[in-house]
C-alpha cells in the first residue's frame, strides 16, 4: 500500500502483543516511523496518497511514542481518537485527535513535568473515556475524561497506600455500560495478580466485586471480555463470568484441573465464545494448548481439536473475528503453522492457507481486522488474506 520508511528499515516496530490499529469510520489510525520523524501518529484510508502522517507531536527524529509501550490509539469519543504520547516537553499524557494536525492537542497535563501521568487501558462507557493514569502524588488510579481538560478527573483512589505505577488498573472493560477492571490494592498488591472492580465514574460508585484467590499472591482475573452482556475471564486454569456481585462470579469451566495453562485470547464469535487453554492427557503426562468454544455455560464449554499432536498441541495464537468466523494461526499434524478459521463445529475447523515457515514457534502474528478482511503482521507487515479468505 506504500513504503513509510523508504528502504529496508522498519516502519512498524511496536511489541507484538499491542492491539492493531484502529479503525475511526473508516479512516485507521496508526503509529509509525518515516525514518525522518520518529514514531509519530498516522492515518490511512488504504490508499497510497491517503496514508500520510497527522502530526510531528515529538518535532524533528524525536519519537512520541515509545516501543516498550503500546500507544496505539484505542478509543473514538466524538469524532476523535485518544492516545497516550510524549511531546518532549510534558512526558507522556493523555492526547486526542481528529485527522488533522491542529485537531491533534494533548487534553490535559495530569501529571505536570516532564515525567508524564503514563495513560494506559483506554476504554469508552458511553460518552466517557476511562483509563489508568499517574498523577505523580496518588500513584496510578482510574481516571476519566470527556474530552476536555477540565473534564479529566481522577474517579478513585483504589489504593491510597501506594505509589507504584505497576500496580494500576488494567484490563478496562466495557460490559453494556458497565466498566470492569482489575485492580491491586492492600494485601494483594505485591501478587501477580489482583481484585475484580467495577465502577460507575464516580468513587462511591467504584468498588471490588470479589478477589479470585483473597491472599498475597492475588492470582486475578485476566482476558476480561464482554461476552453475551455478561463479563468473562480467565482466572489461573478456568473461565470464568460475573454479573457483577461476588455471589455471581463464578467458574464456567475448569479446563485443566492439572494446574496448566489458563484460558487465553477469549473472542466472541456472535454466540460463541472461542479461547485456547491446555489439555492435560493424564496417560501420557502431555498437555498442550488447544481451541475451546463455550456458549456461557459448562455443559456447552467443550474443545474443539485442531491437531492430533499430543505432545505439543495446536497452539491456536492470534484469534480474531471476522464476519462471523473465527480465524486464528495454529500448527497442524506435520508441525507447520497456518492461518485456519472456524464457524464452532468440528467439521468446519479447517486450514484456509500456508502462511509463514514451517518453525511452529515462528508465526504469523498479530491478526486484526480492517475492512472487513483479516490482516496479519502489522508491525512488519500487512499482506491481505482476501485471496484465500473468499
Not at 288 to 296: P, T
Request: charged share 15%; aromatic share 10%; proline share 6%.
Amino acid at each position: 500500500m506504500k513504503d513509510i520508511n523508504v528502504g529496508v528499515a522498519d516502519a512498524f516496530t511496536l511489541p507484538e502483543w499491542c492491539a492493531p490499529p484502529t479503525n475511526a469510520d473508516g479512516v485507521i489510525f496508526f503509529i509509525a516511523d518515516d525514518g525522518v520523524h520518529g514514531k509519530e501518529l498516522w492515518k490511512s484510508d488504504g490508499t497510497d496518497t491517503g496514508t500520510v502522517l497527522v502530526k510531528d507531536i515529538n518535532p524533528g527524529p524525536a519519537s512520541a511514542f515509545s516501543t516498550d509501550y503500546c500507544a496505539v490509539p484505542r478509543a473514538v469519543l466524538g469524532g476523535a481518537v485518544f492516545f497516550a504520547a510524549d511531546d518532549g516537553v510534558a512526558g507522556l499524557e493523555l492526547w486526542r485527535s481528529d485527522g488533522t494536525a491542529a485537531g491533534t492537542m494533548r487534553v490535559a497535563d495530569i501529571h505536570p513535568g516532564t515525567n508524564g501521568s503514563n495513560p494506559s487501558d483506554l476504554m469508552l462507557v458511553g460518552d466517557t473515556l476511562y483509563f489508568a493514569a499517574n498523577d505523580g502524588r496518588t500513584g496510578a488510579e482510574l481516571w476519566k475524561s470527556d474530552g476536555r481538560a477540565g473534564g479529566t478527573l481522577r474517579v478513585a483512589d483504589i489504593d491510597p497506600d501506594q505509589s507504584d505505577q505497576y500496580h494500576s488498573p488494567t484490563q478496562l472493560t466495557n460490559v453494556d455500560g458497565t466498566l470492569y477492571f482489575v485492580a491491586r490494592y492492600g494485601s494483594t498488591r505485591n501478587g501477580p495478580g489482583g481484585g475484580l472492580w467495577t465502577s460507575d465514574g464516580t468513587a462511591r460508585g467504584t468498588t471490588r466485586v470479589t478477589d479470585i484467590f483473597p491472599n498475597e499472591f492475588g492470582a486475578g482475573p485476566s482476558e476480561l471480555i464482554n461476552f453475551g452482556g455478561t463479563l468473562f475471564f480467565s482466572a489461573f486454569t478456568a473461565l470464568w463470568k460475573s454479573d457483577g456481585l461476588s455471589n455471581g462470579t463464578i467458574v464456567v469451566k475448569d479446563t485443566n484441573p492439572y494446574f496448566i495453562g489458563a484460558p487465553q485470547g477469549l473472542t466472541a464469535v456472535g454466540d460463541t465464545l472461542y479461547f485456547s487453554a491446555a489439555r492435560f492427557q493424564p496417560s501420557l503426562q502431555l498437555s498442550g494448548r488447544e481451541l475451546w468454544k463455550s456458549d456461557g455455560t459448562t455443559a456447552g464449554t467443550t474443545t474443539l481439536t485442531v491437531t492430533s499432536s499430543i505432545d505439543v498441541g495446536a497452539e491456536p495464537t492470534g484469534l480474531v473475528a471476522v464476519n462471523g468466523t473465527l480465524f486464528f494461526t495454529a500448527m497442524d499434524v506435520t508441525g507447520n503453522r497456518q492461518l485456519w478459521k472456524s464457524d464452532g463445529s468440528a467439521r468446519t475447523t479447517v486450514p484456509v492457507q500456508q502462511i509463514g515457515t514451517a518453525d511452529p514457534f515462528s508465526p504469523p502474528t498479530s491478526l486484526g481486522v480492517a475492512g472487513g478482511s483479516p490482516r496479519y503482521g502489522y508491525s512488519v507487515r500487512i499482506p491481505v488474506c482476501e485471496n484465500a479468505l473468499q
